[in-house]
């Protein structure tokens, strides 16, 4: 074959390579934040907490002090999926700016 056609198959197939592993992780990781989400929507439904942001694996909540107790229905919704590698989820609290955040322990 053509030395030209072989280097193209070999780049194509290179990317190929390199691509479909990563779109099984980012599709996978976009549905298990689109679940999450719906699931936390239903436990915050009536509270006076809300969901404010989601970017890439972070969320950002608004939890009411009289809503704390929710944060352990919040973080099971977050890691209750069937994957044989389990989900970590961590929380942080932060009053007023990012600079004040801390880890909270849920």
Request: proline residues 4%; aromatic residues 10%; charged residues 25%.
């Amino acid at each position: 074959a053509d030395p030209y056609v072989k280097k193209m198959y070999y780049a194509i197939w290179s990317r190929v390579q390199r691509q479909a592993p990563n779109y099984v992780i980012q599709g996978t990781s976009a549905d298990v934040m689109k679940t999450s989400a719906v699931r936390i929507d239903k436990i915050l439904k009536g509270s006076q907490s809300r969901q404010a942001l989601w970017i890439h694996d972070e969320a950002q909540l608004y939890i009411h002090e009289k809503d704390e107790h929710l944060l352990q229905d919040v973080k099971h919704a977050m890691m209750n999926f069937p994957f044989t590698i389990p989900l970590e989820v961590e929380f942080s609290l932060c009053e007023g700016n990012w600079a004040n955040k801390v880890k909270l322990e849920v």
